[in-house]
């Protein structure tokens, strides 16, 4: 299964939006569960598997590339993040 590392970037909208960094994690959790993305060794997708950084985040996820990148758009939608996908 292919794996990715995903560059999240909070825009201005993001930034200002006032949602807790724990709630954001837990509802992008919920769509990668959902789009049958996991961890990067296969395991089950968790908060252990997310690199916070100051304006946005990196994940390392496994799963086909089609399922990956419908979890982007969705998390795209709201013009809260934009997400690089690199595979590794």
């Known amino acids: 299964m292919p794996r990715f590392k995903l560059t999240l970037t909070r825009t201005a909208k993001g930034e200002r939006n006032g949602i807790p960094v724990e709630a954001r994690q837990d509802d992008a959790l919920a769509v990668a569960r959902k789009?049958?993305?996991?961890?990067?060794?296969?395991?089950?997708?968790?908060?252990?598997?997310?690199?916070s950084k100051p304006h946005g985040a990196?994940?390392?996820?496994?799963?086909?590339?089609?399922?990956?990148?419908?979890?982007?758009?969705?998390?795209?939608?709201?013009?809260n993040?934009?997400?690089?996908?690199?595979e590794l």
């Not at 789009?35 to 997310?50: A, F, M, S």
């Not at 994940?59 to 086909?64: R, T």
């Open 35 to 51: 789009n049958h993305v996991t961890g990067p060794n296969g395991e089950p997708i968790e908060k252990k598997h997310i690199q």
């Open 81 to 86: 993040v934009t997400v690089e996908k690199v």
């Open 58 to 79: 990196i994940w390392i996820v496994q799963g086909e590339s089609s399922n990956v990148d419908n979890m982007i758009k969705k998390w795209e939608e709201f013009g």
